[in-house]
């Protein structure tokens, strides 16, 4: 039986970040999960014992899951699996929340977009780090027109050693491995910052040096994505964007995020620390201004708020009260097909190691 005013949640997929959206939701007195689905037999009711999940079902079909009277869907499958069960959830007139990236390839963006608009609900896509209230004031620095016009970005990171295993390693399951991984992040955070601009064109290069290798993988022989990537993506509005990313190198840092402007430019850097640290799928470390006229070289810090947001409830949070309150999508599917674009072009050029056009149809 339904609870008064309570939102009714599924969830697909049961790994790791299954168990992440279970501790939001569970923080919320106005959500019940309802059922999990996993396609691996007996792993749906495994997680439902082990996390606690009281009454949930268990179904290996997601579609089964789809029949019950659900507001809405957590989607936290291998990238490949993200595509079809969020048309199969939107289709069936659930709301969904689907884990980065949003899909493998530009084609299943569009269709997961388009999918959505047809039906008239929420498809949000799970970028967190937009959360941070830092991440937010660069956003308004940016559009507030303080650096004049904006021609160059340059976004990414890089972990001195942070790859992970199992499915993120393998195409068939993740489509691709950094750039997916961590690189839709830092792009994501370039991009909203500007509003999104269309993607033009893009030149990139991509290797896998390290995970391919035993010395720095245990599963050497089952790597086949990539662990670096770097693109140079022009995008309209006359703005050129370097971009770069790395699971592991041999270097301290790949640099801050920067916009340069005609007025003034902006360096932020990512928080934390370590080998596993240095890209954006966290936090704001600090903010920079800088301003250079007629032998004059300001450098102003703009104070970073330091905060308890707790990101990735926050991001589970407002999913929620979007259904509630039947608000639009908070980080919407139809601008991240955007995001999907330049990961879709990047892998496109560096196989073809020449530039490639990005085109992006109407959703």
């Given at each position: 039986m339904r609870m008064a005013d309570s939102v009714r949640i599924g969830i697909i997929g049961s790994g790791g970040i299954a168990g992440a959206h279970v501790k939001a939701y569970k923080q919320m007195p106005d959500v019940e999960i309802?059922?999990?689905?996993?396609?691996?037999?007996?792993?749906?009711?495994?997680?439902?014992?082990?996390?606690?999940?009281?009454?949930?079902?268990?179904?290996?079909?997601?579609?089964?899951?789809?029949?019950?009277?659900?507001?809405?869907?957590?989607?936290?499958?291998?990238?490949?699996a993200h595509h079809r069960t969020s048309v199969d959830a939107l289709e069936a007139g659930k709301h969904v929340l689907t884990e980065k990236p949003m899909a493998v390839t530009l084609e299943q963006a569009l269709e997961m977009a388009r999918a959505g608009k047809r039906a008239g609900r929420i498809l949000t896509v799970g970028f967190q780090p937009r959360y941070d209230p830092n991440m937010k004031m660069v956003k308004q620095i940016v559009q507030?027109?303080?650096?004049?016009?904006?021609?160059?970005?340059?976004?990414?990171?890089?972990?001195?050693?942070?790859?992970?295993?199992?499915?993120?390693?393998r195409k068939d399951l993740a489509g691709a491995g950094a750039l997916a991984d961590i690189g839709c992040y830092s792009l994501d955070m370039a991009l909203h910052?500007?509003?999104?601009?269309?993607?033009?064109?893009?030149?990139?290069?991509?290797?896998?040096?390290?995970?391919?290798?035993?010395?720095?993988?245990?599963?050497?022989?089952?790597?086949d994505v990539e662990?670096?990537?770097?693109?140079?993506?022009?995008?309209?509005?006359?703005?050129?964007?370097?971009?770069?990313?790395?699971?592991?190198?041999?270097?301290?840092?790949?640099?801050?995020?920067?916009?340069?402007?005609?007025?003034?430019?902006?360096?932020?850097?990512?928080?934390?620390s370590g080998p596993s640290s240095g890209v954006w799928d966290g936090g704001v470390g600090s903010v920079t201004l800088y301003h250079d006229l007629l032998g004059m070289h300001t450098e102003t810090a703009i104070p970073v708020q330091r905060h308890n947001v707790q990101i990735f409830y926050a991001k589970v949070r407002d999913f929620v009260e979007a259904i509630k309150e039947g608000r639009p999508a908070p980080i919407p599917g139809e601008q991240i097909v955007r995001n999907q674009a330049v990961i879709d072009g990047i892998l496109r050029s560096a196989a073809a190691e020449r530039e490639v056009t990005i085109e992006i149809p109407e959703i």
């Open positions: 309802v059922a999990v689905a996993d396609v691996v037999a007996g792993k749906a009711a495994d997680f439902i014992e082990r996390t606690g999940l009281t009454g949930a079902q268990a179904f290996e079909d997601h579609r089964r899951l789809l029949e019950l009277d659900l507001d809405g869907v957590s989607v936290c499958t291998p990238n490949v507030s027109g303080r650096l004049g016009k904006i021609y160059y970005v340059e976004t990414g990171g890089g972990r001195r050693r942070g790859m992970p295993g199992g499915t993120f390693i910052s500007l509003d999104y601009p269309k993607p033009l064109t893009v030149s990139a290069y991509a290797s896998n040096y390290f995970g391919t290798s035993p010395t720095y993988h245990r599963e050497a022989d089952r790597f662990d670096f990537g770097v693109a140079l993506v022009r995008l309209e509005g006359g703005i050129a964007l370097n971009f770069k990313i790395s699971w592991a190198m041999h270097m301290d840092t790949l640099g801050a995020t920067m916009f340069l402007g005609t007025d003034a430019g902006l360096k932020v850097t990512p928080a934390g």
